[in-house]
Nanobody
Framework: QVQLVESGGGLVQAGGSLRLSCAASGRAFSSYAMGWFRQAPGKEREFVAAISGRGGTTYYADSVKGRFTISRDNAKNTVYLQMNSLKPEDTAVYYC????????????????????WGQGTQVTVSS
């Protein structure tokens, strides 16, 4: 059974940084693309960033490009999201997710294309 566990969220002032982690188990981690999404109160879940299985390809939402960096350590079965220059509008619950098919890199910015999700970690950015 696939399990994803996020950590690293918290309260930070605008302009600050946080690094989120997502530890995965139950699947050949390096074969699957991973994504980060977020959901603010009253809003739909939105795409943040995605990374291919080997880590060679990444993709970002325009709203975080240049501020956030997604990476992965396949030896540790962990994907990261480094968030810099945080803004109050980044406040949300952040989720990691995994694509359902090995080596797949298709529609990575769409939540319905992912099959397993973590429980989420809260990020709050104060102004």
């Amino acid at each position: 059974q696939v399990q994803l566990v996020e950590s690293g969220g918290g309260l930070v002032q605008a302009g600050g940084s946080l690094r989120l982690s997502c530890a995965a188990s139950g699947r050949a981690f390096s074969s699957y693309a991973m994504g980060w999404f977020r959901q603010a109160p009253g809003k739909e879940r939105e795409f943040v960033a995605a990374i291919s299985g080997r880590g060679g390809t990444t993709y970002y939402a325009d709203s975080v490009k240049g501020r956030f960096t997604i990476s992965r350590d396949n030896a540790k079965n962990t994907v990261y999201l480094q968030m810099n220059s945080l803004k109050p509008e980044d406040t949300a619950v952040y989720y990691c997710a995994t694509q359902p098919i090995a080596a797949r890199w298709v529609v990575v910015n769409t939540a319905s294309e992912y099959d397993y999700w973590g429980q989420g970690t809260q990020v709050t950015v104060s102004s």
